[in-house]
């Protein structure tokens, strides 16, 4: 009479103890892949909201040939992102030139007052870059910009957002 009762305790035991390891195994594995796929959805995310238009009604924005300069003003919208930097592509026959642009400083690039001190768009503002090409394009067409934007310690380059012809300067 207790063997029988000693066998239904351990078969009880038993499958309390898988039900408490499975709920366990289902809690650690929980606990590690929601963080990558919370992160993997900011980044999918990040670019949805990020846009920067590149400004050729206020005169801002042109091509020097004699200088072999482009001045482009870029503006930000009022969409909540956190810029991190800019991508800006001169392109022209049949090639392009890619300038990073971060604030602090940007080799070849420089604020519209001279300065070297490289400052980003805030929201709703813009801002005007004076590039220096040099000879590394023949030919001057068009300027392209691609926002990066911040998720976390990750910096994402988003597509390009706004793409202009450039015409010389008057």
Same mark, same amino acid.
């Given at each position: ?13 038993? /499958? ?5 390891? @499975?709920? =366990?195994?289902?809690? %650690?594995?929980? #606990? &590690?892949?929601?963080?990558? *796929? ?22 801002? /924005? ?5 200088? @072999?300069? =482009?001045?482009?003003? %870029?503006?930000? #919208? &009022?969409?909540?992102?956190? *810029? ?31 300065? =070297? ?54």
């Amino acid at each position: 009479m207790f063997c029988k009762n000693k066998q239904a305790v351990s078969a009880l035991v038993a /499958t309390v103890l898988l039900i408490l390891i @499975t709920v =366990a195994a289902v809690g %650690i594995i929980w #606990g &590690a892949i929601m963080p990558m *796929l919370n992160q993997a959805m900011e980044m999918g995310q990040a670019c949805l909201n990020a846009r920067l238009t590149i400004d050729t009604i206020s005169g801002y /924005t042109c091509y020097n040939p004699t200088t @072999t300069e =482009a001045m482009i003003m %870029i503006g930000r #919208g &009022a969409e909540e992102f956190d *810029l991190a930097g800019m991508s800006l592509v001169i392109s022209g026959g049949g090639e392009s030139k890619t300038f990073l642009i971060k604030t602090g400083g940007t080799s070849g690039v420089k604020m519209i007052g001279g300065t =070297a001190t490289i400052t980003l768009p805030e929201s709703n503002e813009e801002r005007t870059y004076r590039v220096f090409l040099g000879t590394n394009l023949s030919k001057v067409e068009e300027a392209k910009v691609a926002p990066i934007a911040k998720v976390g310690n990750t910096d994402k380059t988003c597509d390009i957002s706004s793409k202009v012809p450039l015409t010389p300067c008057s």
